[in-house]
């Protein structure tokens, strides 16, 4: 069992989709492999500041409109490539016209109440993880989308969840069963009881991969950035840095503390306690 993360950085448009599902079928003809992505490049940040538009009573809808023009320009691509996602452009609609009314009624209220922010952050997880399950379905992979019921949160926080790894065990290997080699989950956030979205805090989509990696006792866990790795300082401010092959999750926790941000303290603690590797690959 191998888990892959993918950041928004590497989901900028459909050639960085498709040069992901590369990947992703390449490590799925060896074992049977879990994907967890991240929200497309910038669409967390228009989400983000379409709800603070909302609250000061400001016009959001030019962020509304950024977001749905950003989600139909790359289904429009994928067609046009022959690689069609059906599902995938019913849920954009569909969320369109929900996060519409929802911002309207946090620019009455003028207030954005938690359990509906943390819905709202997540819709960007929730398009592009439905987007990579159809272009590999598409590409004539056995690819199966789920939602992150398959990662109950183990508090009550909207904002920084954490996940009961114990109790996503089973039902993650539920979901992995089957003939499909191939389970895109969206990162960033798990389906609670009541089934809402709990946040995981931002850049949380690191953490949702290490907890399923953790509940899955899987082999390794990738996490794929725009970044080498580990270095031993910021290579854009010390031009001597250099890359460090290999580090122990108490260096890598160290490293984080003191400002690294390839990969979070929080999103290492899962990997740590169960034992398995962590890869950072560019």
């Not at 709202?120 to 993880?129: C, D, P, T, Y």
């Not at 092959?245 to 108490?250: A, F, L, P, Q």
């Amino acid at each position: 069992m191998l888990v892959q993360k993918f950041g928004g950085s590497s989901l900028a448009d459909l050639d960085s989709f498709l040069a992901a599902s590369e990947i992703i079928s390449k490590a799925a003809k060896k074992e049977k492999t879990v994907v967890v992505l991240s929200a497309m490049y910038g669409i967390t940040d228009l989400l983000e500041g379409a709800i603070s538009t909302a609250v000061e009573g400001g016009d959001f809808r030019a962020g509304l409109d950024a977001i749905n023009q950003a989600e139909k320009e790359i289904l429009d691509a994928a067609e046009k490539a022959g690689l069609d996602c059906p599902k995938t452009g019913t849920y954009s609609k569909i969320q369109h016209q929900r996060l519409a009314s929802r911002l309207e009624g946090i620019a009455l209220l003028e207030q954005c109440p938690v359990d509906v922010q943390a819905e709202i952050l997540s819709m960007g997880e929730g398009f592009s993880s439905r987007l990579m399950s159809e272009l590999l379905q598409a590409q004539g992979h056995d690819a199966l989308w789920s939602d992150t019921d398959v990662l109950p949160p183990a508090n009550d926080s909207y904002s920084d969840s954490l996940v009961d790894v114990e109790a996503a065990a089973p039902l993650l290997h539920q979901a992995c069963d089957g003939v499909h080699n191939i389970l895109v989950l969206p990162g960033f956030y798990g389906v609670n009881q009541q089934g809402k979205p709990q946040l995981m805090g931002r850049n949380g989509s690191d953490y949702s991969a290490t907890s399923a990696a953790a509940a899955l006792n899987a082999r390794s866990c990738e996490i794929w950035k725009d970044v080498d790795g580990f270095f031993t300082a910021d290579p854009r401010v010390v031009a001597s840095a250099r890359c460090l092959d290999e580090v122990s999750y108490e260096e890598a926790m160290e490293l984080s503390f003191f400002g690294a941000k390839v990969i979070s303290a929080k999103a290492l603690t899962p990997l740590m306690n169960a034992g398995i590797p962590c890869e950072i690959r560019n």
